[in-house]
């Protein structure tokens, strides 16, 4: 039987941008312990205007997060 994996106080951050979401696990010390990049789609309806769509953002980051976590 393997043995059970020992916690260790992480932080997990999130960054969503208009190109992508970042997330970033550090330990208690801020060392990097895993980091992923979901890329966003940014829309351009018209000229000088920019949406994006929030449902998108939730699903990158959730995406993200799943990423650092099995990392």
């Known amino acids: 039987m393997a043995p059970e994996p ?18 970033l696990l550090v330990d208690a010390t801020g060392g990097g312990l895993a980091s992923a990049r979901e890329p ?3 829309q351009t309806p018209e000229p000088l205007a920019a949406e994006q769509d929030a449902e998108a953002w939730w699903r990158a980051a959730v995406r ?8």
């Open 6 to 23: 020992v916690p260790i106080p992480a932080w997990l951050g999130l960054d969503v941008g208009t190109s992508a979401v970042k997330a």
């Open 40 to 42: 966003l789609t940014l």
């Open 64 to 71: 993200a997060t799943r990423r650092c976590l099995a990392a």
